[in-house]
C-alpha cells in the first residue's frame, strides 16, 4: 500500500498539480493587490461617493463584489494569454497535404509522352 502511496503521490502531474496551485495562490494575492490598491481606487474617484467599499445597495457592498469579479476578469484573462501561448508554442505546423494523384488518362499520357522521349 506504501508503494502504491508513493507511487501516486510522486507522479509528475501530482506535483505539476501542487506547484500550479501555489502559483496560482501567489497570482491571485497579486492581482487583488493589483485590484484593491490601483484599478478601485482609480473608478472610486471617477464615480460619485469615493471609496468602493462603502457602495451598498440595499445592504449588499456592490463595492466588493464588483472588486471580486474585477479580480476573477483579470486572473481568467491571464490565465486565457498563458494557455494561448503554451498552445501556440506546442502545436506543431501541420505537413503539406501530398498533391492528389493524377488521373488515369495523365497516367496514361505521361507514359506515353516518356516512351516516346526514349
Same mark, same amino acid.
Given at each position: 500500500?506504501?508503494?502504491?502511496?508513493?507511487?501516486?503521490?510522486?507522479?509528475g502531474n501530482v506535483i505539476d498539480l501542487a506547484v500550479g496551485t $501555489?502559483? #496560482?495562490g501567489a497570482f491571485g494575492k497579486i492581482v487583488a493587490a493589483l &485590484?484593491?490598491?490601483? /484599478?478601485?481606487?482609480? =473608478?472610486?474617484?471617477?464615480?460619485?461617493?469615493?471609496?468602493?467599499?462603502?457602495?451598498? $445597495?440595499? #445592504?449588499?457592498?456592490?463595492?466588493?463584489?464588483?472588486?471580486?469579479? &474585477?479580480?476573477?476578469? /483579470?486572473?481568467?484573462? =491571464?490565465?486565457?494569454m498563458v494557455v494561448s501561448a503554451i498552445k501556440k508554442a506546442t502545436?506543431?505546423?501541420?505537413?503539406?497535404?501530398?498533391?492528389?494523384?493524377?488521373?488515369?488518362?495523365?497516367?496514361?499520357?505521361?507514359?506515353?509522352?516518356?516512351?516516346?522521349?526514349?
Amino acid at each position: 500500500m506504501w508503494n502504491d502511496f508513493k507511487a501516486f503521490a510522486f507522479k509528475g502531474n501530482v506535483i505539476d498539480l501542487a506547484v500550479g496551485t $501555489v502559483i #496560482g495562490g501567489a497570482f491571485g494575492k497579486i492581482v487583488a493587490a493589483l &485590484v484593491d490598491n490601483i /484599478i478601485m481606487p482609480l =473608478v472610486g474617484k471617477i464615480l460619485p461617493k469615493g471609496g468602493y467599499e462603502s457602495w451598498e $445597495v440595499s #445592504g449588499i457592498k456592490m463595492g466588493l463584489f464588483m472588486a471580486a469579479v &474585477v479580480n476573477f476578469l /483579470i486572473i481568467a484573462f =491571464v490565465l486565457f494569454m498563458v494557455v494561448s501561448a503554451i498552445k501556440k508554442a506546442t502545436d506543431k505546423p501541420a505537413a503539406p497535404a501530398a498533391p492528389p494523384e493524377p488521373p488515369a488518362q495523365e497516367k496514361l499520357l505521361a507514359e506515353i509522352r516518356d516512351l516516346l522521349k526514349k
